[in-house]
């Protein structure tokens, strides 16, 4: 399994209002890979809870550097923790954390399997499909203690956003990593057969939303397993900065071959920046939308 973890689409995002209502908002960002498929570390750091509460094994790190000042890290909804890892431990990036859970019945890990024998059931009322939650806290254990906030009574909380975490690692995997077509985005996914058409070789029409990615966006869209989600517009052309980019649910595609308004170190023609990005709030609010 070449591809990790964290290419695969989001399922759930971080205080989407239309999720855990109850609570506000999620407290975490869920992907959607494979059940049992492994999970690695993102970020350096001392494991400083190993537990299973209702909501799948979790594991939380206590990082070496301070995200964007916040000290602690979890993975959730893991249906089983790599045996070898103890509190006190130290990893590093890319070591096994554990395996992908989220399910509420023994039904949806049929077919898969992980080293320790045994996959993690979850509550039903406490996970929707197979996925990993990652979440940033201010306390050491996911679920407890002053880091955790009911957001109805605070808001949402965006300083514990993890999903820059996770395109961080997205981006980073595609200018170091080796990949081929099997590791991109397929038609026949789940997730893409479910929402899009192949119209050509490199156009795809999302039928939910009535919007096409094609070219340069597709590929990068692809490569990055379909991580901004749907697209919410078509391409749009920026002439004051010469590029081209189109609007998804979690983000903004850039394609700017020329490396006209970012150049992130590594990159092809296309990269991804989040919606409060100041160089997506530029392209957002100009006034060539």
Same mark, same amino acid.
């Given at each position: 399994?070449?591809?990790?973890?964290?290419?695969?689409?989001?399922?759930?995002?971080?205080?989407? #209002?239309?999720?855990?209502?109850?609570?506000?908002?999620?407290?975490?960002?869920?992907?959607?890979?494979?059940?049992?498929?492994?999970?690695?570390?993102?970020?350096?750091?001392?494991?400083?809870?190993?537990?299973?509460?209702?909501?799948?094994?979790?594991?939380?790190?206590?990082?070496?550097? #301070?995200?964007?000042?916040? #000290?602690?890290?979890?993975?959730?909804?893991?249906?089983?923790?790599?045996?070898?890892?103890?509190?006190?431990?130290?990893?590093?990036?890319?070591?096994?954390?554990?395996?992908?859970?989220?399910?509420?019945?023994?039904?949806?890990?049929?077919?898969?399997?992980?080293?320790?024998?045994?996959?993690?059931?979850?509550?039903?009322?406490?996970?929707?499909?197979?996925?990993?939650?990652?979440?940033?806290?201010?306390?050491?254990?996911?679920?407890?203690?002053?880091?955790?906030?009911?957001?109805?009574?605070?808001?949402?909380?965006?300083?514990?956003?993890?999903?820059?975490?996770?395109?961080?690692?997205?981006?980073?995997?595609?200018?170091?990593?080796?990949?081929?077509?099997?590791?991109?985005?397929?038609?026949?996914?789940?997730?893409?057969?479910?929402?899009?058409?192949?119209?050509?070789?490199?156009?795809?029409?999302?039928?939910?939303?009535?919007?096409?990615?094609?070219?340069?966006?597709? *590929?990068?869209?692809?490569?990055? *397993?379909?991580?901004?989600?749907? #697209?919410?517009?078509?391409?749009?052309?920026?002439?004051?900065?010469?590029?081209?980019?189109?609007?998804?649910?979690?983000?903004?595609?850039?394609?700017?071959?020329?490396?006209?308004?970012?150049?992130?170190?590594?990159?092809?023609?296309?990269?991804?920046?989040?919606?409060?990005?100041?160089?997506?709030?530029?392209?957002?609010?100009?006034?060539?939308?």
């Amino acid at each position: 399994m070449n591809k990790p973890w964290f290419m695969y689409p989001f399922t759930i995002r971080f205080g989407d #209002p239309n999720s855990n209502v109850l609570l506000g908002g999620p407290h975490d960002l869920d992907v959607g890979p494979p059940a049992n498929y492994p999970v690695t570390a993102l970020l350096p750091g001392t494991i400083v809870d190993i537990s299973a509460p209702i909501w799948g094994k979790q594991v939380g790190v206590q990082l070496d550097s #301070p995200y964007k000042g916040i #000290p602690y890290m979890a993975f959730l909804h893991l249906s089983a923790v790599n045996p070898a890892l103890r509190k006190g431990q130290h990893v590093s990036v890319g070591e096994l954390i554990g395996w992908v859970g989220g399910a509420t019945s023994e039904a949806q890990y049929a077919g898969t399997s992980n080293p320790t024998g045994h996959s993690f059931v979850n509550d039903p009322s406490q996970s929707s499909q197979i996925q990993v939650g990652v979440a940033l806290m201010r306390g050491p254990v996911y679920g407890q203690g002053a880091g955790w906030v009911d957001f109805i009574v605070h808001g949402v909380d965006w300083s514990l956003d993890p999903t820059q975490l996770i395109l961080d690692a997205q981006q980073h995997f595609i200018a170091t990593g080796i990949e081929g077509e099997d590791d991109m985005l397929q038609i026949t996914h789940p997730f893409a057969e479910a929402h899009f058409t192949q119209i050509a070789e490199d156009r795809w029409h999302c039928r939910t939303t009535n919007q096409d990615i094609a070219f340069g966006i597709l *590929g990068f869209y692809r490569r990055i *397993g379909g991580a901004p989600r749907l #697209p919410l517009t078509g391409e749009r052309h920026d002439p004051d900065h010469d590029v081209t980019y189109q609007v998804f649910e979690a983000g903004v595609i850039v394609f700017d071959p020329n490396h006209r308004l970012d150049h992130p170190i590594g990159f092809g023609s296309s990269y991804l920046l989040k919606f409060d990005s100041d160089l997506a709030k530029k392209l957002l609010t100009g006034s060539h939308q």
